[in-house]
């Protein structure tokens, strides 16, 4: 099945600053990948997206850029603010099912 | 608030006993799925249903079990509970529960086996 990596597990930077999350898939099928933000105890919302036809998404202060070829994909949030602390999670699914395989997550702390 | 809601908010139980959670998908939304979340083992998939049938299994045990009812709400069933079995239990549902299509999740259910 899928196996999903992230890195780093935890990332601090000043405010300001750009933040950037790493992840890498083994299944060549995966072909839709999500990315989550957790804050502490509620449920993880759904910042941005990807599917495999493209290979850069941005949304204001987020970006996503997808590597079919090396099978990994990374989350860029650029003007960090105090707010964006969270724990974030990758994802993969494919079209044989819409099970989410999710990274380990990673804990981003922007200091003000 | 994603549209999806889950009762109840918190359970505590002891070891043995069987729980009963409860989802209720989005307006439209014709699958479900579950997810346990972990300090040690992260977000799992546990299972799928669309539109009252299994559609996929993840890392679900032998003891636990769920279903889908006519209304679309669905239920997850824990039993013979271990303390291992405390975690997070999120319900996300999305449209037709095929590839590629976004999921949204509940607030979640937060279990404590004593």
């Not at chain 2, 307006?27 to 300090?39: A, F, I, N, R």
């Not at chain 2, 679900?60 to 069933?77: G, M, T, W």
Request: glycine share 8%; aromatic share 10%; charged share 20%.
């Amino acid at each position: 099945g899928e196996n999903v990596e992230q890195h780093p597990s935890t990332l601090s930077v000043q405010e300001g600053d750009s933040a950037v999350i790493k992840c890498t898939y083994s299944d060549s099928a995966s072909n839709y990948f999500p990315w989550y933000k957790q804050e502490l105890g509620k449920r993880p919302q759904l910042i941005i997206d990807i599917r495999s036809n493209v290979g850069e998404k941005k949304d204001q202060r987020i970006a996503v850029t997808l590597n079919k070829t090396a099978k990994h994909f990374s989350l860029h949030i650029t003007e960090t603010q105090p707010e964006d602390s969270a724990v974030y999670f990758c994802a993969a699914s494919n079209n044989a099912g819409n099970m989410l395989t999710f990274g380990g997550g990673t804990r981003l702390m922007v200091k003000p | 608030d994603s549209g999806v809601t889950q009762t109840p908010k918190h359970l505590i139980t002891a070891t043995g006993q069987r729980v009963t959670l409860r989802c209720s998908p989005r307006s439209g939304d014709l699958s479900v799925y579950w997810y346990q979340q972990s300090l040690d083992q992260g977000l799992q998939f546990l299972i799928q249903y669309y539109n009252g049938e299994e559609r996929a299994k993840g890392n679900i045990l032998e003891r636990f079990s769920a279903q889908q009812f006519p209304d679309l709400h669905s239920e997850l069933n824990l039993s013979s509970l271990e303390l291992g079995d405390s975690a997070l239990y999120f319900c996300a549902s999305s449209v037709t529960g095929t590839g590629r299509e976004t999921q949204y999740f509940g607030p979640g259910t937060r279990l404590l086996v004593l």
